[in-house]
């Protein structure tokens, strides 16, 4: 059967007007999104912290999650441990150098199937530095109204970087030669966004 122009047309359009409808936005829910992360001390113990004040963006198509993308930007001047003074000393010049950089980001550039989850592989900047990171993230919930009338979604996802790769070297040394900080950094990430 042949297609005339004007139905050639016609498909084309509807065609991407699927594709556009496939395609959704999802502004980051500031309020109710939280990145929390993990440091042994000494050796013995694990220091928690965490940061507020994220930002950004994820575009999802829930026919095909790997088109899905990610933009984010976290405060690090939120930081909180629970100890001001420890919360200080992260946010000197030892450490995120907050005055000096105030953010970090994470930019998507890929996602994958892996098992029930995905991969999302992208680029972290925190302290100046780029690093390539992989945020193994849980499959999205299903979307929920929220009181703004909006649809609302979850996403948490894990990962684990070298601190040391992004130029935050600081570090004390015990009597016995130990280290008081790992280098390795769990990091948690709650996320709600509500759609656009």
Known sequence: MKLSARNLTLAATLLTASAAFAQSSWKIDPAH??????????????VHGRFSNINGVVSLDDQDLSKASVTATVDTTTVDTGVAQRDGHLKSPDFFDTAKFPTMTF???????????YKVNGDLTLHGVTKPVVLHLDAP?????GMDGKPHRGFTATTTIHRQDFGL???GTLKSGDSVLGDDVKISLDIEAAQQ
Do not use: P
């Not at 999104?33 to 050796?43: D, N, V």
């Not at 930019?107 to 989850?117: A, N, Q």
């Not at 919930?141 to 109204?145: D, P, V």
């Open 33 to 46: 999104s939280q990145a929390e992360f993990t440091i042994r001390h000494m050796g013995i113990s694990n």
């Open 107 to 117: 930019v998507s550039k890929s996602v994958e199937k892996d098992g029930d989850d």
């Open 141 to 145: 919930e299903k979307s929920i109204i």
């Open 169 to 171: 070297v600081w570090n």
